[in-house]
């Protein structure tokens, strides 16, 4: 029984990766009591956005050998190792990124790192916005300082479920940093080298605003998995989105997708949408997945200033719901790149 099963699961693909889940290693156990069956399917991310049309999936396939009775599907996860892990401890590092600010890229980064802790997976973040750095203050830990181990190494913070560093949380707040290129690489290359991240299925970096020197410089340290853009849908965000996008490509880093923040907005006391940017400028940028839109919410903003982001504190507002399908579609994605690229002997 246990033979046939596998075998019919052998028919059964990943609805990303277009792969059947045996041959990519996902089936982790396979019980037999009679004529009940359990299958546990070991996920490629604990947000994947796929889930219950595999759950459907397994069923219906399982369900077809004869004998069978009752299917149950459980889940694991194990977010997968790319071919070239880019530090010790972490398996992926994802840029959020923007070609100009206002966007609420850093805001949008912050959900997302929230929105995959709740998911299950080991998430960090790192506030790479040296000049403007704003993660400690969305995160509730605007007055926490950073300390270090008896390694020397930085002692991330915590907040929320997730580990994470700021500018903010080693200068005097309201202080301006006056600081060259070097300087910036510098303190680069501490935040992520000189950290004790620990294991980690993601580390979301906040970038800065543009194309400067803290993207050459993050480009260069580490191998970076890939990108998202923040843009609104107006021209003028697209434009220097565009820009963005340039740079990303010209230092090989694949482009995950685009988000389009503050899409249009919904008014509570009518239910009328008003594009108040436009809207769907993000499909504009080329042949980029869209991750996904974010309407304008207050609670949002509210969230921010109070210190617990909005997909924990208001998670069934619209704007919520839109990050964190947009933090699953992202993890999608993320999935499929590296299992794309790992040779099909790893893949088991």
Request: glycine share 8%; net charge negative; proline share 6%.
């Amino acid at each position: 029984m246990r033979e046939a099963v596998l075998e019919v699961l052998r028919s059964v693909n990943d609805p990303e990766l277009h792969r059947d889940l045996v041959s990519l290693g996902m089936i982790e156990r396979i019980d037999v009591a009679g004529s009940d069956i359990t299958v546990k399917v070991n996920l490629t991310t604990p947000a994947c956005p796929l889930k219950a049309t595999i759950e459907r999936d397994v069923r219906e396939a399982v369900m077809s050998v004869t004998g069978v009775e009752t299917v149950t599907v459980e889940f694991g996860a194990q977010v997968r190792m790319p071919s070239t892990p880019p530090m010790p401890g972490v398996k992926n590092v994802l840029l959020i990124g923007s070609g100009k600010g206002g966007v609420g890229k850093s805001s949008v980064a912050v959900n997302i790192a929230c929105a995959l802790a709740q998911s299950g997976a080991s998430v960090g973040l790192m506030d790479a916005d040296v000049y403007g750095p704003s993660v400690a203050h969305m995160l509730g830990k605007s007055s926490a300082k950073l300390t270090g181990n008896a390694e020397r190494k930085m002692m991330p913070l915590e907040a929320h479920g997730i580990r994470f560093i700021s500018m903010a949380n080693l200068s005097p707040a309201g202080q301006a940093l006056v600081w060259r290129g070097p300087m910036l690489h510098s303190a680069i290359q501490q935040f992520l080298k000189d950290a004790a991240w620990g294991e980690l299925d993601y580390l979301i970096v906040d970038l800065p605003p543009g194309t400067g020197d803290v993207q050459l410089s993050l480009t260069q340290s580490v191998q970076v998995t890939g990108a998202v853009i923040v843009t609104t849908p107006q021209d003028v965000a697209l434009i220097d989105a565009a820009r963005a996008i340039d740079m990303f490509r010209k230092a090989n880093v694949p482009i995950l997708g685009i988000i389009e923040n503050m899409s249009y907005f919904e008014a509570p006391d009518t239910g009328h949408i008003y594009d108040l940017f436009g809207r769907g400028g993000a499909s504009k940028l080329g042949n980029y997945p869209i991750l996904g839109e974010v309407p304008l919410d207050t609670d949002v903003r509210q969230d921010a200033d109070n210190g617990t982001p909005a997909v924990i504190s208001h998670p069934q507002a619209a704007a919520s719901i839109a990050l964190k399908q947009i933090a699953q579609n992202l993890a999608g994605r993320v999935s499929v790149q590296t299992l794309t690229e790992l040779p099909m002997a790893q893949l088991a």
